[in-house]
């Protein structure tokens, strides 16, 4: 029997000789989830088309109508941390080759997405998580459906909004990036447009009318004017989605905007306005079931993870978008070392009790010198795994 292939890829010759290039995520049953196999085949592809005077522009899709991507593969890395944590290497952050494979190839494919050449257009229709974010956010063209539901739920698993989060989500209006790093709150079609992770909402129904419409247009080798052609046609089908389609109505998000700035109003970046903001979350009475869930979630989140996701906004302020995964990298790896990220995974995936003993297990027992050490290297700067990210070649 034939193997199922993760990725599958395609050229569609257009009109007027040039062509689109095409690659479906082809993991159903894992809902897309990113392996290193997945990240590895579609980095090829995607050099390889950079350069390719035929292809115009690429689409970035998924099989299926449950989820574009719904994060990285968690099971693998478990492996590598209870193998890295037994062993007498426990101490050093470099010692885990998976997860140094996993993290500087995933992050690598991110930041390709975001400074490629020519026009991606992202179809992020269904569950987008985690490593999913991370192939949309970088994309030129972004566009979700009345079935795209976003999030960045790492806090539940020890992790933190990695794959460039720290970066994005300081693009959002105020207060939201942290409010959505600490609660993993799911987004819907139209505030995924309103805080910029998304450009366009369209209904899955005119997906093929899209498609059909890239096919006719007078492509060239000029990535700008073809990321002006792709504009057009998406803006087109956007304003045919408009007629009647829900999920264009505001989102909670936007609705609850000022409420969630007043609760996230922590001016100083420190770890007290931090406990604050935090404590207000978790307290805030409401009668909406999205904020008494994304309350539940800061309540059962890893402290660590939340003081780390708050730290590297921080930081990422300052920070271009190379320095920011470089960042991430090291804290990725710190985070793999250290208790929480294999209990946050073992409680949800492997074990499935919801019941993780986190270490620290309270805010007050996390100190800021622990928070600091999961961004320390052991590298040199010119020796950073990434080191070259943002270099001219």
């Not at 990285?72 to 209870?82: I, P, R």
Request: aromatic content about 8%; hydrophobic content about 45%.
């Amino acid at each position: 029997m034939e193997t199922r292939k993760p990725v599958l890829f395609e050229t569609l010759a257009s009109s007027n000789g040039y062509a689109i290039g095409i690659i479906r995520l082809n993991a159903e049953k894992t809902l897309n989830a990113l392996s290193l196999q997945m990240i590895d085949l579609i980095t090829e592809q995607l050099l390889a088309w950079s350069t390719d005077k035929h292809i115009a522009m690429v689409m970035l899709q998924a099989a299926g109508e449950k989820a574009f991507c719904a994060g990285g593969d968690l099971q693998n890395l478990y492996q590598s941390m209870l193998t890295h944590h037994a062993s007498a290497q426990s101490d050093d952050i470099g010692a885990n080759h998976y997860a140094r494979d996993f993290f500087e190839r995933e992050y690598r494919l991110d930041y390709l997405i975001h400074t490629y050449p020519k026009p991606i257009l992202c179809w992020a229709h269904g569950i987008v998580m985690g490593g999913g974010m991370g192939l949309m956010a970088g994309a030129s063209h972004r566009v979700v459906t009345e079935k795209s539901r976003l999030a960045m739920q790492e806090i539940g698993i020890g992790l933190f909004p990695d794959v460039g989060g720290s970066y994005f989500l300081n693009q959002m209006p105020d207060k939201v990036g942290l409010f959505l790093a600490l609660t993993g709150a799911l987004i819907n079609a139209s505030d995924a447009r309103f805080i910029h992770l998304a450009d366009y909402v369209i209904t899955q129904a005119d997906k093929a009318q899209v498609l059909n419409a890239l096919l006719k247009q007078p492509w060239s080798d000029l990535p700008t004017k073809n990321g002006f052609l792709l504009d057009a046609v998406l803006n087109n089908a956007q304003t045919r989605s408009e007629t009647g389609l829900d999920s264009l109505s505001a989102g909670p998000i936007k609705t609850q905007l000022a409420t969630i700035q007043m609760l996230c109003d922590q001016e100083g970046f420190n770890q007290n306005s931090l406990e604050s903001s935090i404590e207000a979350i978790i307290n805030h009475r409401s009668d909406d079931q999205w904020f008494s869930k994304a309350a539940a979630s800061v309540k059962n989140g890893s402290p660590s993870s939340m003081q780390l996701a708050h730290l590297l906004l921080k930081q990422a302020k300052a920070m271009s978008l190379a320095e920011v995964f470089r960042m991430e990298y090291l804290a990725a790896l710190h985070c793999a070392a250290r208790p929480d990220f294999a209990e946050g995974i073992r409680a949800l995936l492997v074990d499935k009790d919801l019941q993780p003993k986190w270490q620290p297990a309270t805010h007050a027992e996390v100190t800021p010198d622990w928070v600091n050490s999961f961004i320390e290297s052991p590298w040199p700067a010119a020796q950073h795994p990434l080191a070259d990210l943002g270099q001219p070649h």
